[in-house]
Nanobody, 126 residues
Framework: QVQLVESGGGLVQAGGSLRLSCAAS????????VGWFRQAPGKEREFVAA????????YYADSVKGRFTISRDNAKNTVYLQMSSLKPEDTAVYYC???????????????????WGQGTQVTVSS
């Protein structure tokens, strides 16, 4: 089992920045890829970013590429999502998740993630 807790969400003006954290406990967190997803009201959960077990490879949705940065600190069992140049359309509940499936193709598909946090709200005002 892996337990995940997100933090760092809040209200920010367009153009601002936030850093989300995902703290993990339980099984060997450092062995698995971690993804960030988001879900806005009435919309399907969508992929935002993912990072492989070592932090050596990262993946981004086109909508956030160049604005968001995912990173991890395995010594602290924590993954981060630095969000900059935020837009109102970034407003959503953000979730971190762990997948025990290896291979980058799995990272984009929320159905292949095994453990989820409770989510943190990000609201970007115009």
């Amino acid at each position: 089992q892996v337990q995940l807790v997100e933090s760092g969400g809040g209200l920010v003006q367009a153009g601002g920045s936030l850093r989300l954290s995902c703290a993990a406990s339980g099984r060997t967190f450092a062995s698995y890829a971690v993804g960030w997803f988001r879900q806005a009201p009435g919309k399907e959960r969508e992929f935002v970013a993912a990072i492989n077990w070592s932090g050596g490879s990262t993946y981004y949705a086109d909508s956030v590429k160049g604005r968001f940065t995912i990173s991890r600190d395995n010594a602290k069992n924590t993954v981060y999502l630095q969000m900059s140049s935020l837009k109102p359309e970034d407003t959503a509940v953000y979730y971190c998740a762990v997948t025990t499936t290896y291979g980058s193709r799995a990272y984009y598909n929320y159905r292949l993630y095994d453990y989820w946090g409770q989510g943190t709200q990000v609201t970007v005002s115009s």
